[in-house]
């Protein structure tokens, strides 16, 4: 049973264009959600969080949307560079309990 | 700068052999945990443990095991390999309170 779901394996994208991309759940108990990036041969790395008490969150190019009511997130990354290509992991946590919840991950391309 | 180490990185081992991944944080980090990923899919939480002497399983059954005897080193061994435990292990640590985690490297490991 996958509480996060992210439905896009992969997405390719022109470079100076916005990316977008989305992650559902369906744990209504989660309350922060994080994304993470992934490059080959490396470790996940945190790269931005949102509270469910918000609803955006911002930092530098990379913008975090959540949607509580669809129970749906989004990353917008504006604008896209070549070394933005990598997997990006959504994840939530419900923080009265200590477990992560990862998502399947997105494969971003950014073409130059 | 995250400080977590993981070894080996790549593994190819016989079935049956003993084996230990080494995962050590130098960040006084009170939280570890393995995941165990494969390509595509999610992360999934097999151990965690909340400081010294503390261990837990994760969601996902595994036949491995952990120790932490130490608040800086978290190794998880498999008695017996075999050809199902082929797979990606991730090691992460995160502080009391947080939800951000840091990763290593992660050890490609395959059992042949």
């Known amino acids: 049973d996958q509480q996060v779901k992210q439905n896009s394996p992969s997405l390719s994208v022109q470079e100076g264009r916005i990316s977008i991309l989305n992650c559902d759940y369906t744990?209504?108990?989660?309350?922060?959600f994080l994304w993470y990036k992934k490059y080959p041969a490396e470790g996940p790395t945190f790269l931005i969080s949102?509270?469910?008490?918000?609803d955006k969150n911002e930092d530098g190019r990379f913008t975090v949307f959540l949607n509580k009511s669809a129970k749906h997130l989004s990353l917008h990354i504006v604008p896209s560079q070549p070394g933005d290509s990598a997997v990006y992991f959504c994840a939530a946590i419900n923080t009265g309990g200590f477990k992560t919840i990862f998502g399947a991950g997105t494969r971003l391309f950014v073409k130059a | 700068e995250a400080d977590i180490y993981q070894t080996p990185r790549y593994l190819v081992i016989g079935t049956g052999k003993k084996i230990t991944l080494e995962c050590s944080q130098t960040m006084g980090h009170d939280k570890m945990y393995w995941y165990q990923q494969d390509p595509g899919m999610e992360l999934h939480l097999i151990h965690y443990?909340?400081?010294?002497?503390?261990?837990e399983k994760g969601d996902l059954s595994s036949e491995s095991t952990v120790s932490r005897i130490r608040t800086e080193h978290f190794p998880l061994t498999l008695e017996s390999a075999r050809p199902s435990h082929t797979s990606q292990y991730l090691c992460?640590?995160?502080?009391?309170?947080?939800?951000?985690?840091?990763f290593g490297q992660g050890t490609r490991l395959t059992v042949v």
């Open positions: 992460a640590s995160s502080w009391q309170g947080n939800t951000e985690a840091f």
């Open positions: 443990s909340y400081g010294v002497n503390s261990t």
């Open positions: 949102i509270s469910s008490i918000k």
């Open positions: 744990n209504s108990m989660f309350d922060y």
